[in-house]
T-cell receptor
C-alpha cells in the first residue's frame, strides 16, 4: 500500500502570510495530484506533477515534485481568505490513494 | 454540463438495511471510483472501475458491492448497513485514472 502523509494536519494563518504544506511517502509515484476541497463539495483538482524536480505555478500557488518522486510540496504566497479549504495530495495507478489532508484556515 | 452526479445527497438508514448510492457521469470517462471520507482519514478508496464490465477492490471494499454495466453509471450497494459505514461517500470519474472529477457526495448516517 502506498501511503501518503500530509503535514501539517491543521494550519491557521493571517491573510497575507506565506505557507507551505507537505506530502510525503516512502513509495515512488509516477505522478502526484493536489486537490482542494471546500465544505459540502467534492475535491477539485489543482495540479498534476509528473517529472522529478518539476515546479508548477498556478497564480499564487507553487507546487513542487521531489527529485525522487516520493514527495511534493504546495507553497501559497500572500494567502487570501478564499484559499481556506482542505488540501489533499493523491497518487497511485488505477487505485488512486489520498493523504489525510491539510486543513487551511486563512483569517482576515 | 452536469459532470458527476450523485444521488441522494443525504440518507439515513437503520442497521441491517440495504441501499444503493447512485453515480452518473456525462463526460464519457472510462475510469470511475468510489471513496468514503471520514474525519481525519482523508479519502479511502472503496472500489474502482477502468471500464464497463470491469471492477476492482480498493482499500476498504468490505460491505460494499459495485457493478459497471454502462460507461455512464457506477452504483455502490450497501448490502447490510452498519454504523461503521456512516460517512460521506464520493464518486469520481477520470479520462485517465489520475485527473479525478468528483461529485458533491452523499452523506450517509446509519443508526
Amino acid at each position: 500500500t502506498q501511503l501518503l502523509e500530509q503535514s501539517p494536519q491543521f494550519l491557521s494563518i493571517q491573510e497575507g502570510e506565506n505557507l507551505t504544506v507537505y506530502c510525503n511517502s516512502s513509495s515512488v509515484f509516477s505522478s502526484l495530484q493536489w486537490y482542494r476541497q471546500e465544505p459540502g463539495e467534492g475535491p477539485v483538482l489543482l495540479v498534476t506533477v509528473v517529472t522529478g524536480g518539476e515546479v508548477k505555478k498556478l497564480k499564487r500557488l507553487t507546487f513542487q515534485f521531489g527529485d525522487a518522486r516520493k514527495d511534493s510540496s504546495l507553497h501559497i504566497t500572500a494567502a487570501q481568505t478564499g484559499d481556506t479549504g482542505l488540501y489533499l495530495c493523491a497518487g497511485g495507478n488505477n487505485d488512486m490513494r489520498f493523504g489525510a489532508g491539510t486543513r487551511l484556515t486563512v483569517k482576515p | 454540463n452536469a459532470g458527476v452526479t450523485q444521488t441522494p445527497k443525504f440518507q439515513v438508514l437503520k442497521t441491517g438495511q440495504s441501499m444503493t448510492l447512485q453515480c452518473a457521469q456525462d463526460m464519457n470517462h472510462e475510469y470511475m471510483s468510489w471513496y468514503r471520507q471520514d474525519p481525519g482519514m482523508g479519502l479511502r478508496l472503496i472500489h474502482y472501475s477502468v471500464g464497463a464490465g470491469i471492477t476492482d477492490q480498493g482499500e476498504v471494499p468490505n460491505g460494499y458491492n459495485v457493478s459497471r454495466s454502462t460507461t455512464e453509471d457506477f452504483p455502490l450497494r450497501l448490502l447490510s448497513a452498519a454504523p461503521s459505514q456512516t460517512s460521506v461517500y464520493f464518486c469520481a470519474s477520470s479520462p485517465d485514472t489520475h485527473k479525478l472529477h468528483f461529485g458533491n457526495g452523499t452523506r450517509l448516517t446509519v443508526t
